[in-house]
């Protein structure tokens, strides 16, 4: 069984559905065709303690609520498991996750969904499209992690080409009709999958096809089918060319911070209130945040407290207490469409651990 490729508008989606008690559960779990017994029974356990979280709050549909998380924990509980499940239920989502990174187990109550470990595991492992070209024809396939599924393919005319010579390309690959049509099969595409791209093929003929295309943006690399000549010598080299094309955005994403600020400081906001308050107020460009960076604490109008405070905030304010505010400064950054860099530890350090670039205007 293939895992269903996790996007950036799963959590847009998300981001959306708010309104308390929006329950979201993260558990690890040990790769395996179906869900460890100690995997199963942490679970079981997390979804027990969001129970007694509703409890608390003497919420009158938390059993039709609880019976909707129980039986999303049954049927993930029996399939094929990566780094971690994710689950999250309100009265309007009924959704699963599986992740290919680790997270911290916990059982969240709130206004909102708990969605940073979604972000986290779409910067390490990003969906993308592989794009491969070769004598029979191209293919463009959706790729995340280690799973490729095929999703168009441009095939060759039925009008046999001349034989080529040895060491010269083939001359019908590098046919203008044919290159049109492979450009249009992938702006076609890119137009509601606009994620990292890596073409695959010979040589000669990715560079006569990359002079050609108007639909390259965000090139992750390009993979000599020579080197690399199999579907999973594909996926190998895409997940390389990956892993280098994600260091250059993080790389770009401090860059821009550095240059906003010398050119128009004004749009820089660092700290997690200035930022908050700033991604409300305005369209956002972009939030870099370091990975490890968290924030427990509550929201009010006036201000952000921190979790030392909480014993002060009224009872009215109790749904305002949040698990971590930079998953919610996150959630906000995305719903406005802004982009998010998860930069390394230390990076932002002169930023108190975030830096949130605002759109002009």
């Given at each position: 069984?293939?895992?269903?490729l996790?996007?950036?508008?799963d959590?847009?989606?998300?981001t959306?559905?708010?309104?308390f ?10 790769p395996?065709p179906s869900?460890r ?14 129970g ?9 549909a ?26 999250y ?24 969904f ?13 969906p ?8 029979s024809?191209?293919?463009l396939f ?28 083939d ?11 492979v450009?249009?099969q ?7 999958f606009?994620s ?13 096809f ?18 690399y000549?199999?579907?999973?010598d ?7 060319a990956?892993?280098?094309y994600?260091?250059?955005r ?6 821009l ?15 997690i209130?200035?930022a908050?308050?700033e ?7 972009m ?6 960076y968290?924030?427990?604490g509550?929201r ?47 990076s ?14």
């Amino acid at each position: 069984m293939t895992h269903p490729l996790l996007r950036w508008r799963d959590i847009a989606d998300l981001t959306v559905a708010r309104g308390f008690p929006c329950i979201s559960v993260l558990v690890a779990t040990t790769p395996a065709p179906s869900m460890r017994g100690d995997d199963r029974q942490l679970m079981m356990a997390l979804v027990d303690q969001a129970g007694s979280e509703l409890e608390s709050h003497g919420l009158l549909a938390r059993g039709r609520l609880m019976t909707e998380l129980r039986d999303i924990a049954q049927q993930v509980a029996g399939e094929p498991t990566q780094g971690s499940r994710a689950l999250y239920v309100s009265h309007a989502v009924r959704r699963s996750f599986s992740l290919p990174v680790s997270v911290t187990p916990r059982a969240v109550v709130e206004p909102t969904f708990a969605t940073r470990d979604l972000v986290r595991a779409l910067h390490a492992t990003p969906p993308h499209l592989i794009l491969t070209l070769d004598s029979s024809g191209a293919q463009l396939f959706h790729a995340q992690g280690m799973t490729m599924t095929s999703v168009a393919g441009v095939s060759m005319t039925s009008e046999a080409p001349e034989p080529r010579q040895h060491g010269q390309p083939d001359r019908a690959l590098a046919s203008d009709t044919f290159l049109a049509e492979v450009d249009y099969q992938l702006g076609r595409h890119r137009l509601t999958f606009p994620s990292p791209l890596v073409l695959a093929g010979p040589e000669a003929l990715l560079a006569t096809f990359a002079q050609r295309s108007s639909h390259l943006e965000r090139l992750a690399g390009k993979l000599d089918t020579a080197d690399y000549p199999t579907p999973a010598d594909i996926l190998r080299g895409s997940s390389i060319a990956l892993e280098q094309y994600l260091v250059s955005r993080r790389h770009s994403a401090l860059a821009l911070v550095r240059e906003t600020l010398e050119r128009d400081p004004r749009r820089v906001f660092t700290g997690i209130e200035a930022a908050w308050r700033e991604g409300r107020r305005r369209s956002p460009l972009m939030l870099a945040v370091e990975t490890g960076y968290s924030v427990p604490g509550h929201r009010c109008s006036a201000a952000l407290t921190q979790r030392d405070d909480i014993g002060t905030v009224s009872h009215d304010h109790v749904h305002d207490q949040v698990h971590d505010l930079v998953d919610d400064l996150i959630e906000i950054v995305i719903h406005g469409g802004g982009w998010i860099a998860l930069v390394d530890d230390g990076s932002l350090r002169q930023h108190q651990r975030l830096a949130l670039v605002s759109g002009r205007g």
